[in-house]
């Protein structure tokens, strides 16, 4: 089989960008350890006081290094505005929304969630740093969207 050599040309080029963008996925999925944040567990969002755990928003030591932070977006802000955890603590994030759609997004870090009403999402991320990091939403959900915060407070 003849093949032009321009044609070789494309053929390479084409299976090489193939070869990259695949290997840069799988770095950031199995290395890095990024995935999307769906969850297929569901809840009322009518009834968050009444459906465990978002009867109690909060953080909730698992182990040593471990914490659950059960929290409850809405219009405009989190519950809790803050939790505070030791540097190297692993926190597992468990997010539902009590109204619109919002997000919870960490920034310099791999939390990045979309937050459906009806839905719980759950992310994980290590503090090895201290220091104060901002919770943001990125999702535009009405008149007071860019006040949206919370701070997760990392300490010694
Ligand atoms: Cu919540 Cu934007």
Redesign the pocket.
């Known amino acids: 089989m003849h093949l032009h050599r321009y044609e070789k040309y494309w053929l390479i080029f084409g299976v090489g960008t193939l070869v990259v963008f695949l290997s840069v996925i799988g770095f950031s999925a199995f290395a890095m350890g990024h995935h999307p944040p769906s969850h297929m567990a569901t809840v009322n969002p009518e009834n968050l006081s009444e459906s465990p755990p978002f009867d109690e928003p909060g953080l909730k030591q698992i182990d040593e290094n471990t914490y659950e932070a059960t929290i409850i977006?809405m219009?405009?802000g989190y519950e809790p505005n803050t939790i505070t955890v030791p540097a190297g603590s692993t926190v597992k994030f468990q997010v539902t929304s009590q109204d619109?759609v919002?997000?919870f997004t960490i920034p310099t870090t791999n939390v990045n969630m979309m937050i459906t009403p009806g839905h719980i999402n759950q992310s994980e991320y290590t503090f090895d740093k201290t220091g104060s990091y901002l919770v943001l939403?990125?999702?535009?959900?009405?008149i007071g969207?860019q006040n949206?915060q919370m701070t997760i407070e990392v300490i010694e």
């Open positions: 977006a219009t405009f619109v919002h997000s939403c990125n999702e535009y959900c009405g969207h949206m």
